[in-house]
Nanobody
Framework: VQLQASGGGLVQSGESLKLSCVVS????????MAWYRRAPGKGRESVAA???????RIASFVKGRFTVSRDSAKNTVYLQMNNLTPEDTAIYYCKFSSLDWGQGTQVTVSS
């Protein structure tokens, strides 16, 4: 099973994007997951996480702008990103605890 994050794109500062990550029902209901990002020239960092009970945490550097949520009817996890800045430019990945890393989605924010 390979994960594929989607929803990235090119936006201007201040705009929003909503990333999605779909997974099978059994994994969705059992695993915790996290959103990570890798900016150009930097290491991978955790942005947000949510467990299978819906408890979430958001990294301090995006708190107040990013939210993470789950939709059990669609086996989908979302990362809502508001008020984007050029510093948010990165490849974003979703990661479920029992699965390997999958394909990320590019987010580019222009000033």
């Amino acid at each position: 099973v390979q994960l594929q994050a989607s929803g990235g794109g090119l936006v201007q500062s201040g705009e929003s994007l909503k990333l999605s990550c779909v997974v099978s029902g059994s994994i969705f209901s059992s695993d915790s997951m996290a959103w990570y990002r890798r900016a150009p020239g930097k290491g991978r960092e955790s942005v947000a996480a949510i467990d299978n009970n819906g408890r979430s945490r958001i990294a301090s550097f995006v708190k107040g702008r990013f939210t993470v949520s789950r939709d059990s009817a669609k086996n989908t996890v979302y990362l809502q990103m508001n008020n984007l800045t050029p510093e948010d430019t990165a490849i974003y990945y979703c990661k479920f605890s029992s699965l390997d890393w999958g394909q990320g989605t590019q987010v580019t924010v222009s000033s």
